[in-house]
């Protein structure tokens, strides 16, 4: 275990569709995040996990979007319904749970929405 | 005040030459804060973490104004590899998570 992971790292999807990104963190992290950026913008925080609890989500995460961390390991972000403005990179992290060190970030899933 | 504030640039400097930006942050009570670097259409990495001491790596020196609540990276010597955006990280209004800046993009000229 290396890194973070993500798949697929590229989706185009027609609007209205549903898609779902996977994320394995590095495994003694117990927490895990989610961010989107898009272009010439730095991340955007979007939820975050604790083991399996969900502890936090932005308001960017509107009810189109939904994440699991069913076992406390591998995380999963879905979003149904996709719109123009869902395209971004959406990227995941994972750190320590104390919580104070930096973010490691997988390499990103790129969505592009037509 | 924003969260988090930084000079989006882009600075383009000549080779060997000393640039350095400056992210200001709101939260007065932050104890952690980091410099990441993003290469174009790569992930955000880690390039240091800003100690309150300040602190020194190689040819990078980060360093943290608690008074004026700003943090800055200095970059000596730049490379053409050096060529990035430079995002600053720091704890958001609540404490719980961290904020991304924008980032400022540099660019490193031969």
């Known amino acids: 275990d290396t890194g973070v992971s993500q798949d697929p790292r590229h989706k185009i999807t027609k609007r209205g569709q549903n898609v779902t990104f996977r994320c394995d963190p590095i495994?003694?992290?117990?927490?895990l995040y989610w961010y989107r950026q898009t272009l010439g913008q730095g991340p955007e925080f979007l939820t975050y996990?604790?083991?399996?609890?969900?502890?936090?989500k932005s308001r960017l995460l509107s009810d189109r979007f939904s994440a699991e961390r069913p076992k406390g390991s591998f995380s999963t972000l879905e979003i149904q319904r996709t719109e123009q403005g869902d395209s971004a990179m959406y990227l995941c992290?994972?750190?320590?749970?104390?919580?104070?060190?930096?973010?490691?970030f997988g390499s990103g899933t790129r969505l592009t929405v037509v | 005040r924003k969260e988090v504030e930084q000079d989006p640039g882009p600075f383009n400097v000549p080779e060997g030459a000393t640039v350095a930006f400056n992210c200001t942050y709101s939260?007065?009570?932050?104890?952690?804060f980091f410099w990441y670097r993003q290469d174009c259409r790569k992930e955000p990495k880690l390039l240091m973490s800003?100690?309150?001491s300040g602190n020194e790596d190689g040819r990078f020196t980060a360093q943290l104004n608690r008074a004026s609540q700003y943090i800055s990276l200095l970059i000596r010597d730049s490379k053409l590899s050096d060529s990035a955006t430079y995002l600053c990280?720091?704890?958001?209004?609540?404490?719980?998570?961290?904020?991304f800046g924008p980032g400022t993009r540099l660019s490193v000229l031969p």
């Open positions: 990280v720091v704890p958001d209004n609540y404490g719980q998570n961290f904020v």
């Open positions: 992290a994972s750190r320590t749970a104390a919580g104070t060190g930096a973010d490691t």
């Open positions: 495994s003694e992290h117990n927490r």
């Open positions: 939260n007065s009570a932050s104890q952690s």
């Open positions: 800003v100690y309150s």
């Open positions: 996990f604790q083991n399996e609890a969900q502890l936090e």
